[in-house]
């Protein structure tokens, strides 16, 4: 799988040390709820963002990945792919150092609600295939945003496949079969999710750190789920 290389241009795009890549474990560790998630939602799915900014399908594939397969990236490295863009260039919709923060703030948040689900001794974990009706993208077969997001978090590493388990390499080409493949409104959606679910379930017992969250602290997996949003429901 070919790797992306970024580009960091902090001369011409240079932004206020508030606007910097964050720190992820320093931001806050609230609970992340339904109504931050539909704002995020929301948010993304408005205009003026960059042309391929994700919606909260592939945004959430793409959180994932990071988490179960993670890559060495620069600081804060995986964030402008989330807007639509190569480089450090914060777009002008979340310029303003108090618009930043908040989406920062939300990102970081559903990264640390998808950790929980997956690190939760018992909890079948389920990807939500599809975006609401207000979001930006036209409808795509279920799975293919999802996946989509899943394979782009993967191109922001060097190593591609080299020194994974086999098993581990099966589950990620389950996965990326989603990315393109002609799926049609009959496959069943919930068969898709449960799919994916069993190979990310794969990825999270074999990897050896959280990705942005950095190493494993072990009290967390103990921790339970949030009853605000403690299940992924893939949309109907």
């Known amino acids: 799988m070919a790797a992306k290389l970024i580009s960091w241009d902090l001369g011409r795009h240079a932004l206020p040390v508030t606007n910097l890549p964050p720190d992820v474990g320093a931001l806050g560790g609230g609970q992340f709820t339904l109504l931050d998630r539909a704002t995020l ?3 993304l799915a408005e205009d003026g963002w960059p042309r391929w900014r994700m919606d909260i399908a592939m945004l959430e594939g793409y959180l994932v990945a990071l ?5 060495t990236v620069a600081p804060g490295a995986w964030l402008p792919p989330i807007w639509g863009v190569a480089g450090w260039k914060v ?11 908040r989406f920062e703030g939300l990102v970081a948040g559903f990264l640390r609600h998808l950790e929980l689900q997956i690190s939760t001794p018992g909890h079948n974990f389920l990807p939500t295939l599809a975006p609401g009706s207000t979001d930006w993208q036209p409808r795509f077969a279920p799975g293919i945003p999802w996946a989509q997001g899943f394979v782009k978090a993967l191109q922001q590493g060097l190593q591609g496949l080299r020194g994974r388990s086999d098993a581990a390499v099966s589950a990620v080409t389950r996965i990326a079969r989603y990315a393109s493949a002609p799926t049609s409104a009959a496959t ?7 799919e994916l679910g069993a190979a990310v379930t794969i990825l999270a017992a074999v990897r050896d750190s959280r990705g942005p969250l950095g190493e494993f602290v072990t009290s967390s997996r103990k921790h339970p789920m949030p009853t605000v949003l403690s299940t992924v429901v893939a949309a109907t």
């Open 41 to 43: 939602s929301d948010w």
């Open 188 to 194: 069943a959606r919930h068969s898709i999710a449960a």
């Open 91 to 101: 777009p002008l919709k979340i310029r303003s150092p108090g618009s930043y923060r």
């Open 67 to 71: 988490l179960v397969w993670p890559v």
